[in-house]
């Protein structure tokens, strides 16, 4: 066994460990794009296609293995067609300058939702906005009023005023625009959350708990900022660490500044 693995990693080529590192890149970042939308529940049906396939084969079922063959012959025409819209986000995220966009583009959205956040939280009114990072979070778009206008201070204040028939849901940002208002999302089942917590912080922790996204929350009751992100919430954050903590999450800053490992340690 010894001598076989060395005979094996003494043909091993430089080039062929850049080959799998790169590939598992790919599979890497093809998941992280796909996790928590639609795209994994039709992965899974196309998975199941093709061991049915093979099955088919084994059993000698011959027109069910011919019927699975023909459509298996344009998998990559179906794959094309069915994941359109996740392969053309994963292409301009792929062509985006992330330095450049730094300081010009989210400079300003950050800007633009802190404002608005505090303006909320000094009247007291409820809010909840939801920026999307990797994770794409296509099925909540679709539960609500789509919007796709320009981020600003006005905007957001207006969807959140209690006369608005969109200031119970949320608002996600998406690619620096607001997509949607009034988006539906999953509240957490999380036992440890306090139960003084409100529908509002629960979605807002239940939408991190399945994606990446980080998501900000007025509280009606205290007129207070929380931030959830990754399953845990930190509250009454100051507009100043809010500014600071979006921009770190959004890779403009430091990674590691000690008031991000005191918010979520």
Do not use: C
């Amino acid at each position: 066994m010894k001598a076989l693995i060395h005979e094996y990693l003494s043909l091993l080529r430089w080039q062929d460990i850049l080959d799998i590192l790169i590939v598992a890149y790919l599979f890497y970042r093809i998941l992280l794009l796909i996790r928590g939308t639609r795209a994994v529940q039709m992965a899974a049906g196309l998975a199941v296609l093709i061991l049915m396939y093979f099955v088919a084969g084994q059993l000698q079922l011959l027109t069910l293995h011919w019927l699975l063959g023909t459509f298996l012959s344009s998998i990559f025409l179906v794959v094309i067609i069915v994941f359109q819209d996740d392969i053309r986000r994963a292409l301009i995220q792929m062509g985006k300058t992330p330095f450049i966009k730094a300081r010009t583009e989210y400079s300003q959205i950050i800007e633009e939702i802190v404002k608005a956040v505090t303006a909320l939280a000094e009247k007291k009114i409820g809010a909840l906005i939801v920026i999307e990072r990797g994770t794409g979070l296509r099925e909540f778009i679709e539960s609500g009023v789509p919007i796709e206008a320009k981020v600003t201070r006005d905007l957001l204040i207006s969807i959140f005023q209690k006369e608005s028939p969109l200031h119970d849901g949320a608002v996600i940002i998406r690619e620096g625009r607001v997509a949607v208002a009034g988006a539906i999302l999953p509240l957490s089942t999380n036992p440890k959350i306090s139960s003084r917590l409100g529908t509002r912080h629960r979605a807002a922790i239940g939408i991190s708990e399945v994606s990446d996204a980080v998501a900000i929350v007025v509280s009606e009751e205290r007129g207070t900022i929380s931030v959830a992100l990754g399953g845990k919430i930190t509250r009454d954050i100051e507009p100043s660490a809010l500014r600071r903590l979006l921009l770190n999450i959004l890779g403009f800053e430091e990674q590691n500044r000690w008031w991000r490992r005191r918010l979520f340690k």
